[in-house]
C-alpha cells in the first residue's frame, strides 16, 4: 500500500493550481487544500479522480473515500477525471485490480486535510477554540451554540490560512464511517443510462476525420505491396497511405518494450463508413511471414510435446515427489486443456489524436494514460508536457487497453494529416489482431494416501508466455522472466512432497494480460484436481479441502464454507443436476464458488445458480463489489461455455460475436454474493471473481453427469 507524506501532499497542493486548470475551469475564490479537492463558495465540491473509469467503478468508490473523511455532503459532489499531469498525479493508470488498495490512505488523507483546514477556518471565523468546532456532512458546527455554516460559506477563509498537514490528520476508525462499507449508487450510472457518458467512440471534435487501417492477416506478416486506386476514387475518402511497423522501443529510463504495432495501410475519410468502404476496395498483397502454416492442432501437438519433455524450470520442488509416487497406491492422472481467448470488450479499440504544431492532442479509453502519454511524446520526439491525454470512459478493458498499440497506430495516422483523426477498430479487427490469454496445456499428477491426504502433487505447465510477445531476446535468457505471467506457485492446500514445472511453447499470436492473467488457466487446473483427488479419496470435495488448506489459508476456507452453507451444499438435487465448488487466493481477496447447473439429455450444460463468497477487506461500496463479482462470474464464463480463438495458416479463424460466442443474457445464471465483514484495508476485486468460476462449474458438471471436463470450452472438453 502506498503511503502519502506530508512532502508529497504538500508538493501536490502547491502545484494543484497547474492540475485542475487542466481538468476544469475553476470559479474565482474556489478553496483548493490539495490535488484531489476544490470547494466552491456555492457549496459545491469537486473530487478528482485519478484513476481511468474502465467500468470498475474508482469515479464512485475513491470519491466515498475522500467524502467519508471530508464529512462532505454526498448531493454536493461532482466528479472530475484528473488531467494527465504526472508531475502532479501518480495513478493516472491502473492494472492489477490495485485502483481501490492505493486509494484507500491518499484519498482519506486528501479528505481529512481538507476537512481540518475547513474546521480550523470556522473557529477562526467565529473566534472560538478549535476543540469546539467538528465537522458534520458537508458543514462546521461550533457544539455549544449549534452554530453551522457550510463548506462553501467557509471558503474564503479557508483559502487564507494553512492547510492542515497532511502527516498530522487524523482518520476515522472503521466505526466511525458514514459512506465507506454503504451500497451507494454508482457516480457514473445516470450518464450511462441517460447516454450522456462520452466514451472514446463518442469523441467529436471540430473538423475531425476518420481512419481505419487493413492489417496482414497472418501473425508475423507484413505489407507487401497496395493499390489505392479504387479506395481514393470513392466519395469522401482523404487519404491513403502505408503505416510502418513498430517494434522494441524505450518506454521508460529502464526499458525497451516491443510495441507490436504490425503497419499495414491507413484509410482517411469523412466518417467511419466511407473509411471501411474505402479500406475494402484496396488491392493489397501480403507477405505471409513466419507464421505461414501455423495452426492451433500443430501448436497443439508441440504443447503435449513438452509436456512430456525436461521442463525449462521447476520453480518448487518439495521433498521428494518422485518417490512418493514410486510408493503410493492410489496416483491419479489428468490433463487440463484451455485455449486462446480474446478480451473481446464492448468498445472496440479507438483513439483520437489531432497533432499541431508543438503539440499534440489525445482523446482516448486507455487504462494508461501516463505511459501513453510518455508514449507518443517519445515516438514524436517532443517533451512530455505538450502531450495532452483526456482520459475518456471506457467500454471495457479487461487489460486489453493496458497496450500500447492502437495508441501509437492513432498518432502515425493523425502525424500524416492535418485535422484531429479518430482511428476506430471495427469489431473483427479488434478480434483478429488484438492480444490473447495464452493458450496452456496441463499435465498432472497427484497422489492420496490412506488418511486422505495428498502424498504428491506434480504439475507440468506449458503454456504460449507473455513475456516472449513483449521482452527483447536478452531479457529473455532468463527462464524466471519468461515464466514470470505464468506461474502462480504452490497450491493452497498441504502437500509434503510439491512439485511444480513450467515449459514454454513459442507463438507468433501475440499474448497479453488477459484478466486474471495466469490465475485463469492455473486455477482451473488445481482446482479441478484437488476436486479428482478429493473422489480418489472418498471425501466430499469441500471436506477434502477444508481438511487439507495450509494454516496461512484461513480465510480461504472461511469464504468456502460460507459458499456452501449458502448454496445448501450436500442437500439432494434432482437428476441430472449438480452443485461444484472452487476456490481462490489473489490480488490480497479470496473468493469461493458453488456453482449449480442441469445438464441435459443431449449434453447441454444450462447454469442455473452462482453461490459466492468473498473476502476483499472492507469493502468500500458494497454496490460495486457485488457488481465486480457478477461482471466477473458473467465474463468468465465466455470461455467456459464457448469462447474460444483457433488459429489456421496464422490467422485467426474467429471474427465476431457469432463465431466467438460471448455469454448471451438467456445463459446468465442467478448469482449471489455474499461478502465476509471486515475493517481491514480493502483488496483487489475486479480480477479475483474469474479464476474459481471455470473449476466450480466443471466439477458441477461431474457431480451432475460423472464426466470431468477437461477442456474448455465445454463445447469441446467433456469427457
Known amino acids: 500500500m502506498n503511503s502519502v507524506t506530508r512532502r508529497d501532499l504538500l508538493k501536490t497542493s502547491a502545484a494543484f493550481v497547474v492540475g485542475f486548470r487542466l481538468s476544469a475551469t475553476p470559479t474565482a475564490g474556489?478553496?483548493?487544500?490539495?490535488?484531489?479537492?476544490?470547494?466552491?463558495?456555492?457549496?459545491?465540491?469537486?473530487?478528482?479522480?485519478?484513476?481511468p473509469e474502465l467500468g470498475q467503478g474508482p469515479r464512485t468508490a475513491d470519491v466515498m473515500l475522500l467524502a467519508d473523511e471530508m464529512e462532505a455532503d454526498w448531493a454536493s459532489i461532482q466528479v472530475e477525471q484528473a488531467p494527465v499531469v504526472s508531475g502532479i498525479y501518480s495513478h493516472l493508470a491502473t492494472g492489477g485490480s490495485g485502483a481501490t488498495r492505493e486509494a484507500?490512505?491518499?484519498?482519506?488523507?486528501?479528505?481529512?486535510?481538507?476537512?481540518?483546514?475547513?474546521?480550523?477556518?470556522?473557529?477562526?471565523?467565529?473566534?472560538?477554540?478549535?476543540?469546539?468546532?467538528?465537522?458534520?456532512?458537508?458543514?462546521?458546527?461550533?457544539?455549544?451554540?449549534?452554530?453551522?455554516?457550510?463548506?462553501?460559506?467557509?471558503?474564503?477563509?479557508?483559502?487564507?490560512?494553512?492547510?492542515?498537514?497532511?502527516?498530522?490528520?487524523?482518520?476515522?476508525?472503521?466505526?466511525?464511517?458514514?459512506?465507506?462499507?454503504?451500497?451507494?449508487?454508482?457516480?457514473?450510472?445516470?450518464?450511462?443510462?441517460?447516454?450522456?457518458?462520452?466514451?472514446?467512440?463518442?469523441?467529436?471534435?471540430?473538423?475531425?476525420?476518420?481512419?481505419?487501417?487493413?492489417?496482414?492477416?497472418?501473425?508475423?506478416?507484413?505489407?507487401?505491396?497496395?493499390?489505392?486506386?479504387?479506395?481514393?476514387?470513392?466519395?469522401?475518402?482523404?487519404?491513403?497511405?502505408?503505416?510502418?511497423?513498430?517494434?522494441?522501443?524505450?518506454?521508460?529510463?529502464?526499458?525497451?518494450?516491443?510495441?507490436?504495432?504490425a503497419g499495414g495501410v491507413a484509410v482517411i475519410a469523412d466518417s467511419t463508413w466511407a473509411a471501411i468502404q474505402a479500406r475494402k476496395a484496396l488491392k493489397i498483397s501480403w507477405d505471409k511471414g513466419p507464421g505461414a502454416g501455423d495452426s492451433s492442432t500443430a501448436l497443439r501437438r508441440r504443447m503435449?510435446?513438452?509436456?512430456?519433455?525436461?521442463?525449462?524450470?521447476?520453480?518448487?520442488?518439495?521433498?521428494?515427489?518422485?518417490?512418493?509416487?514410486?510408493?503410493?497406491?492410489?496416483?491419479?492422472?489428468?490433463?487440463?486443456?484451455?485455449?486462446?481467448?480474446?478480451?473481446?470488450?464492448?468498445?472496440?479499440?479507438?483513439?483520437?489524436?489531432?497533432?499541431?504544431?508543438?503539440?499534440?492532442?489525445?482523446?482516448?479509453?486507455?487504462?494508461?494514460?501516463?505511459?501513453?502519454q510518455y508514449l507518443i511524446a517519445h515516438l514524436a520526439g517532443i517533451p512530455r508536457d505538450k502531450v495532452t491525454i483526456h482520459m475518456m470512459l471506457c467500454g471495457g478493458s479487461f487489460g486489453r487497453r493496458y497496450q500500447w498499440d492502437y495508441l501509437a497506430e492513432a498518432w502515425q495516422v493523425a502525424k500524416e494529416f492535418d485535422a484531429p483523426v479518430q482511428l476506430m477498430w471495427t469489431r473483427e479487427d479488434d478480434m483478429q489482431h488484438g492480444f490473447y490469454r495464452q493458450y496452456s496445456y496441463h499435465r498432472m499428477s497427484g497422489a492420496v494416501d490412506e488418511q486422505g491426504r495428498?502424498?504428491?502433487?506434480?504439475?507440468?505447465?506449458?503454456?504460449?508466455?507473455?513475456?516472449?510477445?513483449?521482452?527483447?531476446?536478452?531479457?529473455?535468457?532468463?527462464?524466471?522472466?519468461?515464466?514470470?505471467?505464468?506461474?502462480?506457485?504452490?497450491?493452497?492446500?498441504?502437500?509434503?512432497?510439491?512439485r511444480l514445472e513450467y515449459s514454454p511453447v513459442d507463438s507468433l499470436v501475440p499474448r497479453a494480460w488477459w484478466r486474471s492473467v495466469e490465475s485463469s488457466f492455473h486455477t482451473f487446473a488445481v482446482e479441478c484436481f484437488v476436486d479428482e483427488l478429493a473422489r480418489a479419496a472418498g471425501i466430499d470435495p469441500l471436506e477434502f479441502r477444508l481438511r487439507l488448506l495450509r494454516p496461512e489459508m484461513t480465510k480461504l476456507g472461511q469464504v468456502l464454507q460460507l459458499a456452501a452453507d449458502k448454496s445448501g451444499w450436500g442437500a439432494p438435487l434432482p437428476a441430472g443436476e449438480g452443485r461444484g465448488i472452487a476456490g481462490y487466493f489473489g490480488f490480497g481477496s479470496y473468493v469461493a464458488y458453488v456453482a449449480e447447473v442441469s445438464v441435459a439429455g443431449n449434453g447441454t450444460v444450462r447454469l442455473k445458480r452462482i453461490v459466492s463468497a468473498v473476502d476483499c477487506g472492507t469493502a468500500v461500496n458494497l454496490d460495486g463489489v457485488r457488481a465486480m463479482v457478477e461482471g466477473a462470474v458473467n465474463?468468465?464464463?465466455?470461455?467456459?461455455?464457448?469462447?474460444?480463438?483457433?488459429?489456421?495458416?496464422?490467422?485467426?479463424?474467429?471474427?465476431?460475436?457469432?463465431?466467438?460466442?460471448?455469454?448471451?443474457?438467456?445463459?446468465?445464471?442467478?448469482?449471489?454474493?455474499?461478502?465476509?465483514?471486515?475493517?481491514?484495508?480493502?483488496?483487489?476485486?475486479?480480477?479475483?471473481?474469474?479464476?474459481?468460476?471455470?473449476?466450480a462449474v466443471a466439477n458441477a458438471i461431474f457431480a451432475a453427469t460423472g464426466k470431468r471436463v477437461r477442456r474448455l470450452p465445454l463445447s469441446t472438453g467433456t469427457n
Open 454 to 498: 495428498i502424498a504428491a502433487w506434480r504439475h507440468r505447465i506449458v503454456s504460449t508466455p507473455i513475456r516472449t510477445t513483449f521482452d527483447t531476446h536478452e531479457a529473455l535468457k532468463d527462464p524466471n522472466r519468461v515464466a514470470s505471467a505464468e506461474l502462480i506457485g504452490e497450491i493452497p492446500y498441504d502437500a509434503a512432497n510439491f
Open 304 to 372: 503435449v510435446r513438452e509436456s512430456e519433455s525436461p521442463p525449462l524450470l521447476i520453480p518448487v520442488d518439495k521433498g521428494q515427489v518422485l518417490a512418493a509416487f514410486n510408493g503410493s497406491e492410489r496416483v491419479i492422472e489428468a490433463t487440463y486443456e484451455l485455449p486462446f481467448q480474446a478480451h473481446a470488450t464492448m468498445e472496440p479499440m479507438n483513439t483520437t489524436v489531432h497533432v499541431r504544431k508543438d503539440q499534440i492532442e489525445v482523446w482516448s479509453p486507455t487504462q494508461i494514460a501516463a505511459p501513453g
Open 635 to 695: 465474463f468468465a464464463l465466455t470461455p467456459v461455455l464457448a469462447g474460444e480463438i483457433t488459429i489456421e495458416d496464422g490467422t485467426i479463424r474467429q471474427s465476431n460475436f457469432h463465431d466467438y460466442r460471448v455469454l448471451r443474457i438467456d445463459q446468465a445464471p442467478e448469482i449471489e454474493v455474499h461478502l465476509v465483514p471486515s475493517d481491514l484495508p480493502p483488496e483487489g476485486m475486479g480480477e479475483p471473481g474469474v479464476p474459481p468460476l471455470a473449476p
Open 104 to 261: 484507500w490512505k491518499y484519498m482519506r488523507v486528501a479528505g481529512a486535510q481538507a476537512r481540518e483546514t475547513l474546521v480550523t477556518a470556522a473557529a477562526k471565523q467565529w473566534s472560538v477554540p478549535r476543540e469546539e468546532c467538528r465537522a458534520e456532512q458537508g458543514t462546521v458546527v461550533h457544539t455549544p451554540s449549534s452554530r453551522r455554516l457550510t463548506y462553501g460559506e467557509l471558503v474564503e477563509t479557508a483559502s487564507k490560512i494553512p492547510v492542515a498537514d497532511p502527516a498530522r490528520v487524523g482518520l476515522k476508525k472503521p466505526s466511525e464511517f458514514r459512506l465507506i462499507g454503504k451500497a451507494m449508487l454508482r457516480t457514473d450510472a445516470p450518464a450511462k443510462v441517460d447516454g450522456s457518458a462520452r466514451f472514446g467512440l463518442d469523441v467529436r471534435v471540430p473538423g475531425m476525420k476518420f481512419a481505419v487501417i487493413a492489417r496482414c492477416p497472418h501473425f508475423g506478416g507484413s505489407l507487401a505491396s497496395f493499390d489505392a486506386a479504387a479506395a481514393k476514387a470513392l466519395p469522401g475518402v482523404r487519404a491513403v497511405f502505408a503505416v510502418p511497423p513498430i517494434g522494441f522501443t524505450s518506454v521508460d529510463a529502464n526499458a525497451v518494450r516491443n510495441i507490436n504495432v
Open 30 to 51: 474556489d478553496f483548493a487544500p490539495n490535488g484531489w479537492i476544490r470547494v466552491s463558495p456555492d457549496n459545491r465540491i469537486a473530487v478528482i479522480v485519478e484513476v
